[in-house]
């Protein structure tokens, strides 16, 4: 980085934890700490709801993942505005009235104790190792960056984010993601500029789409329906909008953020906000995966994007005829890409072009997986993986000086949003679920509030014991979907039983939600069913085993 | 707070402001499967 990134990252970061501290120096009750006093506008928990999702993850691995596998990924978010509309509809007038500070707290007015001490305590797991992954991906960008080690970044980055949620509070992440969320538009359609702007000039914006196009890249829906095809129409519409049902209405890291709404009305349009913006914004981001996939067909990317590991194989005595295959496969490809383009400005492309085209595509990757096997021979170890590096490589390599400091200061913010939003959510089912409920029934205002920011500080060195181990997944997002997914089905079902099914009592409920756990990691251990289908199950066996628990043992007090 | 009855800001009720958004996603889709298909070779 040049002396300009680091004044445009430094200067950010200072400026949006000054703005959060100072948005949320009033937060002396436990009220303002963990749901800004429930005087937020619709706009500000909108935008904060889609910054806690856009997290680092979202830059780093969404783009190379678009790089690797094709815009396919999108159709993970098709469910997601049918899920915004129906807990618009539902969820959000029921917790507003109960007038609860977490989403499990009304499972004890509906059920009973035990029942809201499971879920939160699923809660608690799940959400605790998605906060470390959020943690790690930006540790990878610094440690890339600054030539540190992941876990020194890990350390640096946990320490920051601790403060500043400490200190802050919900109003303090809020009002820091608005601020954000702006800054990663403007970020994003730089980097897409760019990533056009660098192409070669006989290379036209629509050329570069006619590229994407013909490897595959651009292909955003799949209609064929397969039960092991991750991400196709049907799994997007179905399981996506489970996934988003249990993330939005079950996940206190979400829930969290539209309980801070002043009115019903407002927290519904924060929801509906996201239903609308999410969608093409990820097309957005995805997209730019796929035009940086083009620009690498004319300007030739490293063997291996992980700059570290680059080095190291470059130095190993079998490097020389990895880097003579890779180079005569990217002038291959190239003059394949040219070949082809040529032909479609003459109206006249054959199979036999796209043949050409793509079978160099197959050498060059083949290449490129010899260069991955040296780094793997030099680890002992086995996959080695660069998907999250691609986007990185891009940015670092190829744009100019500013730039890149807003670009990895966006990554860096985005991080600390979604890290601080995670151990805030984390910090208050601890306080208010378990604290409170279990341990000390009758404090004051100021013990919770005190107890709420030991607890913010005790998640965020958690998260960051954990992320030391979030190098050993494949691509980031993923194995934050999957976490998500082996829990939330079980969390959903309760849920639903609660709002829909009045003759359920708490037996059935809390047998249901162990059944549904029960099946999802029976799903996952035993087939090979794409992991958004797990909500799915866990939520229907939960809906049975609560039904026909409830026979014999019907609710006390129905409805 | 406000009630959960209270309208939403524009289109006079929610059922019309939940019908808006499907069908905002409907149009979404289906440029996305244009797009899919338009630039497949």
């Keep these: 980085m040049k002396p300009l990134d680091w004044v445009v990252m430094f200067g950010w970061l200072t400026f949006l934890v000054s703005y959060g501290l100072w948005r949320g120096r009033k937060s002396g009750t436990v009220s303002d700490y963990l749901l800004a006093g429930r005087t937020m506008p619709w706009y500000a928990m909108g935008l904060s709801i889609m910054a806690t999702q856009a997290s680092a993850i979202t830059f780093i691995s969404t783009t190379g993942q678009s790089y690797v596998d094709g815009m396919r990924f999108v159709q993970f978010y098709f469910g997601l505005p049918v899920a915004m509309v129906i807990l618009s509809a539902t969820a959000v007038p029921i917790f507003h009235r109960a007038k609860v500070y977490t989403a499990y707290e009304y499972l004890e007015n509906r059920f009973d104790a035990k029942t809201r001490a499971l879920v939160s305590g699923i809660f608690l797991i799940q959400r605790g190792l998605a906060a470390g992954l959020a943690l790690y991906a930006p540790a990878v960008v610094l440690s890339v960056i600054l030539g540190w080690s992941d876990q020194t970044t890990t350390i640096l980055m946990g320490s920051l984010v601790v403060i500043y949620t400490t200190t802050g509070g919900i109003k303090a992440i809020t009002w820091a993601d608005v601020q954000q969320m702006a800054v990663i538009f403007v970020a994003l359609i730089l980097a897409l500029f760019m990533a056009i702007h660098l192409m070669p000039e006989q290379v036209s914006f629509f050329d570069a789409v006619t590229l994407a196009g013909a490897f595959g890249k651009l292909k955003a829906v799949d209609t064929h329906f397969d039960w092991n095809n991750r991400y196709n129409i049907w799994s997007g519409l179905i399981g996506g909008m489970f996934l988003a049902l249990a993330y939005f209405g079950c996940d206190q890291s979400q829930v969290q953020r539209y309980l801070t709404g002043k009115s019903v009305a407002q927290s519904r349009l924060s929801l509906l906000f996201n239903a609308m913006a999410k969608i093409p914004m990820q097309f957005f981001i995805l997209f730019i995966g796929a035009m940086v996939f083009v620009l690498f067909m004319f300007v030739k990317p490293p063997v291996i994007f992980h700059p570290v590991e680059m080095e190291r194989a470059a130095q190993s005595t079998e490097f020389k005829p990895v880097g003579d295959r890779y180079n005569a496969a990217f002038e291959a490809r190239k003059q394949a890409a040219q070949h082809y383009l040529d032909a479609k400005h003459r109206g006249a492309t054959s199979p036999a072009d796209l043949e050409e085209l793509r079978s160099s595509q197959r050498e060059f990757d083949s290449a490129r997986q010899d260069g991955a096997k040296l780094v793997d021979k030099a680890r002992g170890s086995k996959g080695f993986n660069d998907t999250n590096y691609i986007f990185l490589s891009f940015v670092t390599n190829y744009l100019p000086a500013g730039v890149v400091g807003l670009i990895i200061a966006v990554i860096f913010s985005a991080a600390m949003s979604a890290v601080s939003g995670e151990i805030n959510s984390l910090a208050t089912v601890t306080v208010i679920d378990v604290y409170k409920r279990h341990f000390q029934k009758s404090g004051t205002d100021r013990h919770y509030l005190w107890a709420s920011r030991i607890a913010t500080a005790f998640w965020g060195v958690y998260a960051v014991v954990f992320a030391g181990r979030g190098g050993g997944f494949g691509a980031l997002i993923e194995a934050v979907n999957m976490i998500g997914s082996l829990f939330y089905g079980g969390m959903l079902g309760v849920f639903v039983l609660a709002f829909f099914f009045p003759k359920v009592g708490a037996n059935g409920a809390f047998a249901g939600v162990l059944a549904g756990e029960a099946a999802i990691f029976a799903a996952n251990h035993f087939t090979n069913i794409s992991f958004l289908w797990y909500n799915v199950i866990g939520c229907l066996v939960v809906l049975a085993t609560g039904v026909l628990v409830s026979k014999f043992e019907p609710a006390k007090y129905p409805g | ?41």
Excluded: D
């Design chain 2, 1 to 41: 707070m406000n009630q959960p009855g209270e309208p939403p800001p524009f289109l006079g009720t929610w059922k019309r402001v939940y019908t808006a958004v499907l069908t905002y996603v409907v149009v979404l889709i289906s440029v996305l499967y244009v797009f899919s298909v338009a630039t497949a070779p």
